[in-house]
């Protein structure tokens, strides 16, 4: 048994915690997304990657190819209008908005 691990119940400290990842609300409009595409046959899986500056929602066609698109959140955006951005697999910047639900409703996901 190991003697070095702790149970920390309440580790409150007076910080305000930064989120580095997608809202619950935001999650639930990507993945009814998802559901609706992967019914179609377009989409077959997806990933998630984390890091400080963004998260991004990977959209596969295949398992074994690259990305279709990435619907990515940026943290500390530059511009609001890049808080969220659809992006191609080489991370070109194809649509983006401020505001999630209506970034991908206004997508036509068979044209783009």
């Not at 595409?37 to 990977?58: A, E, P």
Request: charged letters at 30%; one cysteine or more.
């Amino acid at each position: 048994m190991n003697n070095n691990l702790r149970l920390i119940v309440n580790n409150s400290q007076n910080k305000i915690e930064e989120k580095h990842f997608f809202e619950k609300e935001e999650l639930q409009i990507i993945l009814d997304l998802y559901a609706k595409m992967v019914s179609d046959g377009s989409w077959k899986d997806y990933g998630l990657s984390i890091s400080s500056k963004q998260v991004s929602f990977s959209v596969f066609k295949n398992a074994a190819e690259n990305a279709l698109y990435k619907i990515c959140k940026n943290f500390k955006p530059k511009n609001k209008n890049l808080k969220y951005m659809i992006t191609d697999t080489n991370g070109k910047i194809l649509k983006n908005s401020f505001e999630l639900k209506n970034l991908l409703k206004n997508t036509n996901w068979k044209k783009i």
